[in-house]
T-cell receptor, first 114, second 111 residues
Framework: GAGVSQTPSNKVTEKGKYVELRCDPI?????LYWYRQSLGQGPEFLIY????????DSGLPNDRFFAVRPEGSVSTLKIQRTERGDSAVYLC????????????FGPGTRLLVL | GENVEQHPSTLSVQEGDSAVIKCTYS??????FPWYKQELGKGPQLIID?????GEKKDQRIAVTLNKTAKHFSLHITETQPEDSAVYFC??????????FGAGTTVTVRA
């Protein structure tokens, strides 16, 4: 069975550029989460979707970050005017229905901003 | 918000010995405590979890204990094997869905 998949696995970009990171959740999972993991740290919450809507985007660091999930399945995390400090691993997770339950993580996208 | 502290940051054990990782949390409303194992270049993998109405849970060589009064929980790995070498993260769920992670423990099992 397919788990959470993320593309690309690695992304190198230049400061100031725009990037899009994609997440395909486990089929049937209505809840989707984005986390960011800096080197040597635990993942930090960015945004939570329940269905198509962003139920909580309080973890997005600033307005350069935006995420969508237009059909309630695939999600895209968008970063405008990238900065070197945005370099990190961006992790996506999904769970069956949200709430305190199992979140299954994808392998992450490693973003490097030069 | 929730604040999770994890200790130790690194742990080296001889194969066959036990490993213990401890975490504390700040928000008494947190009610779900998963543990994740992360191998190099991969995403975190859920290995065991415990809910606030349970004090202890065991799954083969892995066990987790929870003390809600003291707001701490621990992971115990017995009979460690080289494949247990990885980074382990504790987490607590607040707001019903938001995982707050500890900083991680790098476990090395020496053959």
């Amino acid at each position: 069975g397919a788990g959470v998949s993320q593309t690309p696995s690695n992304k190198v970009t230049e400061k100031g550029k725009y990037v899009e990171l994609r997440c395909d959740p486990i089929s049937g999972h209505t809840a989707l989460y984005w986390y960011r993991q800096s080197l040597g740290q635990g993942p930090e919450f960015l945004i939570y979707f329940q269905g198509t809507g962003a139920a909580d985007d309080s973890g997005l660091p600033n307005d350069r970050f935006f995420a969508v999930r237009p059909e309630g399945s695939v999600s895209t995390l968008k970063i405008q005017r990238t900065e070197r400090g945005d370099s990190a691993v961006y992790l996506c997770a999904s769970s069956l229905a949200g709430g305190p339950g199992d979140q299954y993580f994808g392998p992450g996208t490693r973003l490097l901003v030069l | 918000g929730e604040n999770v502290e994890q200790h130790p940051s690194t742990l080296s054990v001889q194969e066959g010995d036990s490993a213990v990782i401890k975490c504390t949390y700040s928000d008494s409303a947190s009610n779900y405590f998963p543990w994740y194992k992360q191998e190099l270049g991969k995403g975190p993998q859920l290995i065991i979890d415990i809910r606030s109405n349970v004090g202890e849970k065991k799954d083969q060589r892995i066990a987790v204990t929870l003390n809600k009064t003291a707001k701490h929980f621990s992971l115990h790995i017995t009979e460690t094997q080289p494949e247990d070498s990885a980074v382990y993260f504790c987490a607590a769920v607040d707001n019903d869905y938001k995982l707050s992670f500890g900083a991680g423990t790098t476990v090395t099992v020496r053959a």
